[in-house]
């Protein structure tokens, strides 16, 4: 396999509008960013992914780009924007942008021209489709709800939007759009971005005869995933793009990829792949349910490992994949992974070195690394996410009481983690002065930054731990590149594997006890080096355990070990 740069990295996504307000107006800030880097170059992060931050007016959070080519005022300047990328170089990280070009924003100088002449130029920058008789083109629901298609003003057709009607979806078909986005990447590029994350990505390709399928709801339509499913092609344009773009700078690319079709992996990650990586949604997608948050499964934790170990054994030899507990669109990991017992700080130390110590690319996100949870509310106006509102409403509608759509709100919701970062336990936990432009997570008087920054067994000193292992020039190579081979999966509650590597040949136990009860293991092998542990288990113990062939693990207790 041809080495690349980003091979050995360690990411951290931030969400810019919840990260740190450095002016008081509630809202997160570049300057926010800025100033914390060395906290994140400490913490062990190369790669720093930014949320959008591009001009927009927020329906989806900056998910809605009003113009590509300026920064919100919310966040800050240009110039700072410029100044966060040099201040990142001289620490050696890399800043990667979100890259949202499935849609834009109803606000965008090309949607507004659109609209004006819905026989125009730029309504073939847009999908503006003729209404069959008095009804919509096709009966797709949209992935935030209600119908996809919204009547163009003064005209009989409708445009198309996936998500929210203030998203209308831009045109791949018309080589002018695709020229317009791909200058645009190459100027970001050229101011020295590390690359990006790359939004929503699958559905660029349309199926643009838009065939209705049968109603797989109450409100009688189909979601527009279906779509997205049967049409073929979407590789023509994601290689067009990284040509055109990405390949030039070498730079690095992560893909939000749903509904890949099946054998397409190589395609998306292999070494000639359109992307460097894309994010395994494989564990989030065992809770989905069929009709929404208010039918989505429990993690069940033999289920998780098994799907986890699959999308391990199914890159091999393929690429890498970005793994994450959590991100922007999901609840907290340690709140959705861990079992009751486990939700403490040694769970979720486990469960940072059962996700790091992987193959592949480590995502943390902001807030994870000190063991952020998810947040209660007592009534859906505290929320503000547009998913989450259209959630709660689908629940009412399936018959849900308000307790319960507000509790699948509670352990679904986007708004989870996008409660501001928990810095202190002072005022609004050191994230601003001013209001919160989303409520804090009440528990920042336990779990904030300032109370695990000098605590030896903070979960914040022991991501630093595991990240630093991961890199270190011992072990860089086999975490690296080794092998990842399931080990002791006959047990129920362990998540065990090995990293392999055949040419320098270190052999690394990762093995964790997500069970309630100890759990004695049989050594197999010699134990050299206990390389880290969540319960300080010293050498010795091991060097016992191996002489009586077997070792216990406590409940919630892990442990990283060099075999041989
Ligand atoms: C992606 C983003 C999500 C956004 C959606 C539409 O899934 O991660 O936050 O709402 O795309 O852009
Ligand atoms: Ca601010």
């Known amino acids: 396999m041809k080495k690349k740069w980003w091979h050995d990295k360690v990411a ?67 110039e700072e924007f410029d100044e966060l990328l040099a201040e990142a170089k001289k620490r050696d990280m890399y800043i990667v942008m979100d890259l949202v070009v499935n849609h834009c924003s109803d606000q965008h100088e090309y949607f507004k021209k659109a609209l004006a002449n819905p026989d125009g130029e730029y309504a073939e920058y847009f999908y ?24 163009v003003p003064g005209s009989d057709k409708y445009y198309l939007h996936m998500f929210a009607k203030e998203q209308p979806d831009l045109n791949w078909e018309n ?29 660029i390709k349309k199926d643009v005869k838009f065939p209705s399928f049968p109603a797989d709801g109450p409100d009688g339509l189909a979601s527009c995933v279906k779509m997205v499913e049967e049409v073929e092609g979407v590789g023509t344009f994601l290689e067009e793009m ?43 997608e065992l809770t989905f349910g069929e009709h929404g948050w208010y039918d989505s499964k429990p993690i069940v934790f033999k289920e998780w490992r098994d799907i986890v170990f699959a999308s391990q054994l199914e ?74 509102i259209d959630q709660y409403q689908v629940a009412i509608e399936a018959g849900c009481t308000k307790e319960e759509a507000l509790h699948c709100c509670y352990e679904n919701s986007r708004d989870n983690a996008r409660t501001p970062m928990q810095w202190s336990d002072g005022e609004n936990a050191g994230f601003t002065t001013g209001k919160p432009w989303l409520a804090l997570n009440p528990n920042y008087t336990e779990i904030n930054v300032k109370e695990q920054e000098n605590r030896a067994d903070s979960v914040l000193s022991y991501y630093k731990k595991l990240i630093a292992l991961r890199k270190s020039d011992s072990y860089k190579e086999t975490f690296t590149y080794g092998k990842f081979v399931p080990a002791y999966e006959e047990q129920d509650d362990i998540f065990a594997f090995r990293r392999v590597h055949e040419e320098n040949g270190q052999d690394i136990l ?17 134990v050299h080096t ?35």
């Open 315 to 388: 890159m091999e030899g393929i690429g890498f994949k970005a793994n994450i507990i959590e991100n922007h669109d999901e609840p907290r990991g340690a709140s959705r992974y861990l079992p009751a017992h486990a939700q403490n700080e040694a769970g979720k130390k486990m469960l940072a070195t059962t996700s790091v110590l992987l193959r592949g690319i480590p995502f943390v996100f902001q807030g994870q690394e000190i063991g952020m949870t998810n947040c209660l509310r007592e009534d859906i106006s505290e929320y503000d996410d547009i998913s989450t």
């Open 530 to 564: 206990v390389l880290l542990s969540n319960m300080n288990r010293e050498q010795a113990v091991f060097a016992e355990a191996e002489m009586n062939g077997s070792v216990t693990l406590e409940s919630c207790e892990c442990a990283v070990i060099l075999m041989g």
């Open 12 to 78: 951290y996504q931030i969400y810019p509008k919840s990260f740190l307000d450095t002016n008081g107006d509630g809202i997160g800030d570049l300057r926010g960013v800025i100033s914390k880097l060395d906290y994140l170059k400490e913490l062990g992060i190369d790669i720093i992914w930014l949320s959008p931050i591009y001009k927009s007016p927020f329906v989806d959070q900056g998910y809605d780009i009003a113009d590509y080519y300026k920064i919100a005022e919310e966040f800050g300047t240009m």
């Open 175 to 203: 080589p002018k759009l695709r020229r317009k986005v791909y200058d645009m990447i190459n100027w970001w590029l050229d101011k020295g971005l590390g690359g990006f994350r790359i939004d929503a990505i699958i559905n």
């Open 242 to 284: 990284k040509h055109e773009t990405f390949e030039k700078y070498d730079a690095f690319t992560v893909g939000e990829v749903f509904n890949m079709k099946e054998d397409e992996l190589r395609e998306f990650i292999g070494e000639d792949g359109h992307f460097s990586t894309m994010f395994d949604f494989s564990a989030h």
């Open 128 to 151: 503006f489709v003729k209404g069959k008789g008095k009804k919509a083109p096709s009966n797709y629901r949209s992935y935030f709800g209600g119908s996809a298609w919204e009547p």
């Open 510 to 526: 990762v093995v964790a006890n997500f069970g309630q009860e100890p759990c004695t293991l049989t050594v197999e092998g010699k």
